[in-house]
């Protein structure tokens, strides 16, 4: 397959995608979307690992971490198929591998080798536990960083059990933040002229994605712990139920909390001494859930958004994923964009988050089937018919 979007933002740049599982194809999904040539390099056949995938390949998820790049094989541990990848390293400007540090020091694709073929490569880098240090070698996976980073401890009721977040939270974000690392790496080598080595871990991320959270404790010491469904230091933020389900209701500021105590038909309430201060309502959140759950109970969801958004209060409803994909605004902002598929027809993937006016990323086509671009990816690349037939036939390729 030819270039896939080359009027994208950042289609003058080729990425090699050596990554795996979802941080890495995380991050390069950020690039791939907006027109970069990415060429996910692929174990052999001979050499399949099915714990470098997600599902299976014509799966929603493979087909969301991957649309937008071309697949091309290569035995990385072979010594011809490590010969071919520096070669393609000399006209690539990305790579982005998410090994254990010590793979591809084995390998010998680490950054010195890189560099040395193409001093302008930036190799992004993301590990569970950093590069270095006591823990390089352990593996990463999302839920074991969840906990570790604090998010499991703050995440349920209280006198609960610690509980994970509903999504690979950690992965995610580890996989932006590489490709946030990528892009910066990638803008200061137009002035610089040099590329770099570009590193994040889901230790780090995930500590990262705590935030006010790791601040309290970095700046006053204070541990959080679980609140159940409320806002650890805003009150009332919460979800309550109504008549017919339940609405999280959103307060920021002693001026949305006066406008919600109206909205309830309860203006006297704001007044009361321990809840007139925001550290009051959260010091004495048991009380006032206890009083605003009495009220909501009172009509219905549709009734209490309506009356809420008349007030200017922040609020929604609870939804399941079909529900949120049949909201009317969802729907307006395409966040479900369709890609057709040679094998299951039309299908629908997550679309871009980030709009950009004179160049949007673009839902080209779905993960290709593996191998689809290796002889053409070896052509661009200098190889000969002959040379590409030999690394086919000797299972280089």
């Known amino acids: 397959m030819e270039r896939i979007n080359d009027k994208g933002a950042l289609a003058r740049f080729r990425v090699l995608d050596l990554s795996q599982v979802r941080a890495g194809p995380v991050c390069v999904r950020q690039l791939a979307d907006f027109g970069a040539d990415v060429i996910k390099v692929e174990p052999p056949d001979s050499a399949d690992r099915q714990e470098l995938y997600v599902g299976a390949r014509d799966g929603p998820d493979m087909q969301n971490l991957h649309r937008n790049k071309r697949s091309m094989t290569l035995d990385l541990k072979s010594p011809r198929g490590k010969a071919v990848f520096l070669r393609l390293v000399e006209s690539a400007d990305v790579v982005v591998e998410n090994f254990r540090p010590d793979v591809k020091e084995r390998l010998g694709i680490d950054y010195p080798a890189l560099s040395a073929v193409n001093p302008r490569i930036v190799l992004v880098s993301m590990s569970g536990f950093g590069q270095d240090g006591p823990y390089r070698r352990r593996p990463g996976f999302d839920q074991i960083l969840q906990g ?6 703050a995440t349920g009721f209280p006198g609960g059990e610690p509980t994970r977040a509903g999504a690979a939270v950690v992965d995610v974000t580890t996989g932006l933040f590489g490709a946030l690392g990528a892009l910066t790496a990638l803008l200061e080598r137009e002035a610089s002229g040099k590329g770099q080595w570009v590193q994040t871990s889901l230790l780090h991320a995930g500590i990262a994605l705590m935030d006010f959270q790791a ?3 970095l700046v006053d010491g204070e541990v959080p712990v679980r609140v159940g469904n409320d806002h650890p230091t805003s009150m009332p933020t919460s979800a309550y139920p109504t008549s017919d389900g339940y609405l999280n209701v959103g307060v920021g500021g002693d001026k949305q909390w006066r406008a919600l105590c109206g909205a309830i038909g309860q203006p ?3 007044e009361r001494p321990e809840f ?3 550290k009051g309502r959260s010091a004495n959140r048991v009380a006032l859930n206890r009083i605003l759950a009495e009220a909501f109970a009172t009509r219905t969801m549709a009734e209490w958004m309506a009356a809420l958004d008349e007030a200017d209060v922040p609020c929604g409803p609870i939804y399941t994923m079909d529900q949120a994909f049949a909201d009317p605004q969802v729907d307006h902002e395409r966040i479900a964009a369709p890609v057709e598929h040679p094998r299951r027809g039309t299908i629908r993937l997550v679309d871009q988050p980030v ?5 949007p990323a673009r839902m080209v086509h779905p993960l290709e089937d593996k191998s689809a671009s290796t002889k053409l990816v070896l052509s661009e690349a200098g190889f000969g018919p002959e040379e590409i037939e030999a690394l086919v036939r000797d299972g280089v390729v």
Not at 355 to 359: E, G, P
């Open 148 to 153: 570790m980073t604090g998010l499991m401890s």
């Open 215 to 217: 601040a309290r404790y």
């Open 268 to 270: 006297e309430l704001a």
């Open 276 to 278: 007139v201060a925001g």
């Open 355 to 359: 709009r950009l006016q004179r160049t």
